[in-house]
Protein backbone atom coordinates (compact mmCIF):
# COMPACT_ATOMS: atom_id res chain seq x y z
CA UNK A 1 0.00 0.00 0.00
CA UNK A 2 2.86 2.43 0.71
CA UNK A 3 4.37 1.83 -2.62
CA UNK A 4 1.03 2.70 -4.67
CA UNK A 5 0.45 6.04 -2.31
CA UNK A 6 4.25 6.90 -3.28
CA UNK A 7 3.51 6.29 -7.21
CA UNK A 8 0.60 7.53 -7.43
CA UNK A 9 1.81 11.03 -5.68
CA UNK A 10 4.91 10.89 -7.40
CA UNK A 11 2.58 11.12 -10.44
CA UNK A 12 0.16 13.12 -9.30
CA UNK A 13 2.78 15.75 -8.91
CA UNK A 14 4.29 15.53 -12.52
CA UNK A 15 1.34 15.62 -14.10
CA UNK A 16 -0.64 18.47 -11.62
CA UNK A 17 3.31 20.28 -12.78
CA UNK A 18 3.26 19.16 -16.62
CA UNK A 19 -0.20 19.78 -17.31
CA UNK A 20 -0.07 23.76 -16.89
CA UNK A 21 2.87 23.71 -19.48
CA UNK A 22 1.19 21.19 -22.54
CA UNK A 23 0.17 22.40 -25.54
CA UNK A 24 -3.47 21.45 -26.83
CA UNK A 25 -3.64 18.07 -28.20
CA UNK A 26 -4.76 18.93 -31.03
CA UNK A 27 -2.21 21.62 -31.77
CA UNK A 28 0.43 18.85 -31.11
CA UNK A 29 -1.23 16.32 -33.14
CA UNK A 30 -0.72 18.29 -35.94
CA UNK A 31 2.96 18.81 -35.51
CA UNK A 32 3.22 14.82 -35.39
CA UNK A 33 1.25 14.07 -38.06
CA UNK A 34 3.75 16.66 -40.17
CA UNK A 35 6.68 15.55 -39.19
CA UNK A 36 5.65 11.56 -39.41
CA UNK A 37 4.55 12.17 -43.20
CA UNK A 38 7.44 9.97 -44.32
CA UNK A 39 7.57 7.55 -41.88
CA UNK A 40 4.45 4.94 -43.14
CA UNK A 41 2.51 3.03 -41.10
CA UNK A 42 4.08 -0.37 -39.92
CA UNK A 43 1.74 -3.18 -41.39
CA UNK A 44 1.91 -7.39 -41.46
CA UNK A 45 3.34 -7.29 -44.92
CA UNK A 46 6.47 -5.04 -44.70
CA UNK A 47 9.84 -6.95 -45.67
CA UNK A 48 11.07 -4.71 -43.38
CA UNK A 49 11.27 -3.77 -39.18
CA UNK A 50 11.06 -0.50 -37.96
CA UNK A 51 12.80 0.31 -35.16
CA UNK A 52 12.40 3.32 -32.82
CA UNK A 53 13.62 4.61 -29.55
CA UNK A 54 12.53 7.37 -27.72
CA UNK A 55 13.30 9.06 -24.17
CA UNK A 56 9.42 9.89 -23.64
CA UNK A 57 9.72 12.40 -20.38
CA UNK A 58 7.51 11.13 -17.83
CA UNK A 59 4.84 9.20 -19.47
CA UNK A 60 2.37 8.76 -16.43
CA UNK A 61 -1.26 7.48 -17.22
CA UNK A 62 -2.64 11.20 -17.52
CA UNK A 63 -0.10 11.99 -20.68
CA UNK A 64 -0.90 9.27 -22.05
CA UNK A 65 -4.59 9.89 -22.12
CA UNK A 66 -4.49 13.24 -23.07
CA UNK A 67 -1.79 12.90 -26.23
CA UNK A 68 -3.37 9.59 -26.86
CA UNK A 69 -4.10 10.14 -30.95
CA UNK A 70 -0.53 11.37 -30.68
CA UNK A 71 0.83 8.70 -29.60
CA UNK A 72 -1.46 6.43 -31.73
CA UNK A 73 0.33 8.09 -34.67
CA UNK A 74 3.43 7.68 -33.27
CA UNK A 75 3.52 3.78 -32.06
CA UNK A 76 1.92 2.63 -35.11
CA UNK A 77 4.56 3.15 -37.90
CA UNK A 78 6.58 0.84 -35.46
CA UNK A 79 7.16 -2.37 -35.19
CA UNK A 80 9.54 -2.11 -32.22
CA UNK A 81 9.52 0.93 -29.99
CA UNK A 82 11.89 0.87 -27.36
CA UNK A 83 11.04 3.94 -24.57
CA UNK A 84 12.24 5.31 -21.52
CA UNK A 85 11.05 7.36 -18.78
CA UNK A 86 7.51 5.30 -18.89
CA UNK A 87 5.13 4.09 -16.65
CA UNK A 88 3.53 0.80 -16.14
CA UNK A 89 -0.14 2.80 -16.69
CA UNK A 90 1.08 4.92 -18.86
CA UNK A 91 2.23 1.97 -21.22
CA UNK A 92 -0.72 0.11 -21.04
CA UNK A 93 -2.76 3.00 -21.78
CA UNK A 94 -1.31 3.84 -25.45
CA UNK A 95 -0.80 -0.03 -26.08
CA UNK A 96 -4.03 -0.45 -25.51
CA UNK A 97 -5.06 2.00 -28.07
CA UNK A 98 -3.01 0.65 -30.99
CA UNK A 99 -3.53 -3.51 -29.72
CA UNK A 100 0.36 -3.41 -29.55
CA UNK A 101 1.79 -5.89 -26.85
CA UNK A 102 3.86 -3.82 -23.85
CA UNK A 103 6.75 -5.12 -21.76
CA UNK A 104 7.67 -2.80 -19.02
CA UNK A 105 10.39 -3.10 -16.38
CA UNK A 106 10.66 -2.48 -12.77
CA UNK A 107 10.54 1.62 -11.91
CA UNK A 108 12.86 3.38 -9.93
CA UNK A 109 11.50 5.31 -6.97
CA UNK A 110 10.78 8.52 -8.86
CA UNK A 111 8.78 6.46 -10.92
CA UNK A 112 10.57 5.81 -14.09
CA UNK A 113 10.76 2.56 -16.02
CA UNK A 114 11.68 1.65 -19.63
CA UNK A 115 10.12 -0.46 -21.97
CA UNK A 116 8.81 -1.44 -25.34
CA UNK A 117 5.91 -1.59 -27.33
CA UNK A 118 5.59 -4.05 -30.31
CA UNK A 119 3.58 -5.03 -33.58
CA UNK A 120 1.55 -8.12 -32.55
CA UNK A 121 2.78 -9.74 -35.82
CA UNK A 122 6.03 -9.92 -33.85
CA UNK A 123 6.78 -13.32 -32.18
CA UNK A 124 8.40 -12.53 -28.25
CA UNK A 125 10.16 -15.22 -27.51
CA UNK A 126 12.20 -13.84 -23.89
CA UNK A 127 11.86 -10.89 -21.51
CA UNK A 128 14.64 -9.93 -19.50
CA UNK A 129 15.35 -7.02 -17.16
CA UNK A 130 18.77 -6.17 -15.84
CA UNK A 131 18.56 -5.27 -12.12
CA UNK A 132 22.67 -5.06 -12.94
CA UNK A 133 22.48 -1.44 -13.84
CA UNK A 134 21.41 -0.82 -10.37
CA UNK A 135 22.70 0.65 -7.49
CA UNK A 136 26.40 1.40 -9.07
CA UNK A 137 28.63 3.36 -6.66
CA UNK A 138 26.21 3.78 -4.44
CA UNK A 139 23.89 5.84 -6.80
CA UNK A 140 19.77 5.06 -5.79
CA UNK A 141 17.52 5.83 -8.27
CA UNK A 142 19.03 4.37 -11.20
CA UNK A 143 17.27 2.62 -14.15
CA UNK A 144 17.42 -1.30 -15.10
CA UNK A 145 18.06 -2.04 -18.55
CA UNK A 146 15.35 -4.68 -20.33
CA UNK A 147 15.86 -7.04 -23.37
CA UNK A 148 13.08 -8.52 -25.20
CA UNK A 149 14.00 -11.54 -27.80
CA UNK A 150 12.53 -11.35 -30.91
CA UNK A 151 11.48 -13.41 -34.06
CA UNK A 152 9.63 -11.76 -37.32
CA UNK A 153 8.12 -14.30 -39.28
CA UNK A 154 7.71 -11.56 -41.84
CA UNK A 155 11.29 -11.24 -42.61
CA UNK A 156 13.23 -14.29 -40.52
CA UNK A 157 14.80 -11.60 -38.71
CA UNK A 158 15.83 -13.17 -34.90
CA UNK A 159 17.23 -10.68 -32.85
CA UNK A 160 17.39 -9.54 -28.88
CA UNK A 161 16.50 -5.73 -28.37
CA UNK A 162 17.96 -4.42 -25.02
CA UNK A 163 16.48 -0.90 -23.86
CA UNK A 164 18.46 1.52 -21.71
CA UNK A 165 18.64 4.81 -19.92
CA UNK A 166 21.91 5.40 -18.20
CA UNK A 167 22.90 7.98 -15.37
CA UNK A 168 21.67 11.33 -16.13
CA UNK A 169 24.41 14.02 -15.91
CA UNK A 170 23.38 15.00 -12.88
CA UNK A 171 26.24 15.15 -9.77
CA UNK A 172 28.90 16.78 -12.12
CA UNK A 173 30.12 14.49 -16.04
CA UNK A 174 33.62 13.60 -14.25
CA UNK A 175 31.74 11.13 -11.75
CA UNK A 176 28.92 10.16 -13.65
CA UNK A 177 30.76 9.36 -16.67
CA UNK A 178 32.11 6.40 -14.00
CA UNK A 179 28.53 5.44 -13.34
CA UNK A 180 27.32 4.93 -16.98
CA UNK A 181 30.66 3.46 -17.81
CA UNK A 182 30.44 1.11 -14.94
CA UNK A 183 26.53 0.58 -15.82
CA UNK A 184 27.74 -0.23 -19.23
CA UNK A 185 30.21 -2.54 -18.02
CA UNK A 186 27.80 -4.62 -15.84
CA UNK A 187 25.28 -5.05 -18.57
CA UNK A 188 28.27 -7.05 -20.84
CA UNK A 189 29.94 -9.10 -18.33
CA UNK A 190 25.66 -9.85 -18.09
CA UNK A 191 25.04 -10.66 -21.53
CA UNK A 192 28.83 -11.72 -22.21
CA UNK A 193 27.13 -15.37 -23.44
CA UNK A 194 25.02 -14.25 -25.95
CA UNK A 195 26.67 -14.42 -29.62
CA UNK A 196 22.89 -13.86 -31.35
CA UNK A 197 22.40 -10.27 -33.53
CA UNK A 198 22.14 -7.87 -30.92
CA UNK A 199 20.62 -3.98 -30.71
CA UNK A 200 21.14 -1.56 -27.73
CA UNK A 201 18.95 1.40 -28.11
CA UNK A 202 17.80 4.29 -25.58
CA UNK A 203 19.15 7.32 -23.40
CA UNK A 204 22.86 6.85 -22.92
CA UNK A 205 22.79 10.41 -21.05
CA UNK A 206 26.32 11.23 -22.66
CA UNK A 207 27.36 12.14 -26.04
CA UNK A 208 27.67 9.38 -28.15
CA UNK A 209 30.04 11.25 -30.61
CA UNK A 210 32.46 12.26 -28.22
CA UNK A 211 31.97 10.59 -24.85
CA UNK A 212 34.18 7.73 -23.98
CA UNK A 213 31.55 6.30 -21.32
CA UNK A 214 30.66 3.97 -24.35
CA UNK A 215 34.23 2.40 -24.58
CA UNK A 216 32.39 -0.90 -22.73
CA UNK A 217 30.45 -1.10 -25.89
CA UNK A 218 33.09 -0.75 -28.28
CA UNK A 219 35.51 -2.67 -26.41
CA UNK A 220 33.21 -5.65 -26.78
CA UNK A 221 32.32 -5.80 -30.20
CA UNK A 222 30.00 -3.07 -30.48
CA UNK A 223 29.16 -0.90 -33.24
CA UNK A 224 27.18 2.09 -33.00
CA UNK A 225 24.52 3.39 -35.98
CA UNK A 226 25.72 6.52 -38.22
CA UNK A 227 28.71 6.85 -36.34
CA UNK A 228 29.36 10.16 -38.23
CA UNK A 229 25.85 11.76 -36.95
CA UNK A 230 26.03 14.94 -34.58
CA UNK A 231 22.41 15.99 -34.30
CA UNK A 232 21.13 16.53 -31.24
CA UNK A 233 18.83 14.28 -29.94
CA UNK A 234 17.39 16.61 -27.16
CA UNK A 235 16.41 19.75 -26.24
CA UNK A 236 19.36 20.94 -24.19
CA UNK A 237 21.59 19.80 -26.82
CA UNK A 238 23.99 16.73 -27.99
CA UNK A 239 23.67 13.37 -29.28
CA UNK A 240 22.57 11.63 -26.31
CA UNK A 241 20.29 8.69 -27.74
CA UNK A 242 21.22 6.08 -30.09
CA UNK A 243 22.08 2.64 -30.88
CA UNK A 244 24.19 -0.03 -31.01
CA UNK A 245 24.72 -3.07 -32.54
CA UNK A 246 26.63 -6.76 -32.51
CA UNK A 247 26.32 -9.93 -34.73
CA UNK A 248 24.23 -8.71 -36.89
CA UNK A 249 24.05 -10.95 -40.12
CA UNK A 250 25.84 -9.64 -43.75
CA UNK A 251 22.47 -9.69 -44.95
CA UNK A 252 20.78 -7.37 -42.49
CA UNK A 253 21.65 -3.83 -42.72
CA UNK A 254 20.37 -0.68 -40.69
CA UNK A 255 19.07 2.41 -42.58
CA UNK A 256 17.20 5.18 -42.40
CA UNK A 257 18.08 6.92 -39.44
CA UNK A 258 15.80 9.88 -38.87
CA UNK A 259 15.95 11.87 -35.92
CA UNK A 260 12.21 13.81 -34.93
CA UNK A 261 12.25 16.22 -32.42
CA UNK A 262 8.90 17.23 -32.11
CA UNK A 263 10.13 19.92 -29.13
CA UNK A 264 11.45 22.18 -31.80
CA UNK A 265 7.79 22.69 -33.33
CA UNK A 266 6.39 25.89 -31.91
CA UNK A 267 2.91 23.92 -31.58
CA UNK A 268 4.19 21.45 -29.86
CA UNK A 269 7.17 22.07 -27.74
CA UNK A 270 8.22 20.27 -24.68
CA UNK A 271 4.54 18.75 -24.34
CA UNK A 272 5.51 15.15 -25.39
CA UNK A 273 9.15 15.22 -24.57
CA UNK A 274 12.15 17.08 -24.46
CA UNK A 275 13.85 13.82 -26.16
CA UNK A 276 13.44 13.07 -29.87
CA UNK A 277 11.87 10.27 -31.32
CA UNK A 278 14.86 8.36 -33.34
CA UNK A 279 13.47 5.42 -36.09
CA UNK A 280 15.51 3.08 -37.85
CA UNK A 281 14.72 0.04 -40.39
CA UNK A 282 16.40 -3.35 -40.47
CA UNK A 283 16.16 -4.29 -43.95
CA UNK A 284 17.18 -7.42 -45.68
CA UNK A 285 19.59 -7.35 -48.69
Not at 204 to 215: G, K, P, Q, R, Y
Request: proline fraction near 3%.
Amino acid sequence: MTTLILKKTIESHFEYEQSSVWASSNSVLATVNQQLINLPLANLNDQHITLGSWNTEYLWQAKANYFKSSYKQIIKRHHILALQEVSSAGLSTIASVCDYNYFVSSPNSRGQAVGFLAHPRLKITNIHEYSELLDVYGIHDLRPAMQIDVFDPQTQITLSVITIHLKSMLGGLSFTSLVRKKQLQNLIVAISNKNHPTIILGDFNCFLDVSTDIEPLFNNGFNIANPNNHTSTQLAGGRLDGLFYKNLPDLIAIKRYNIRNFWRASLAGRSLSDHGLLTWRLEKH
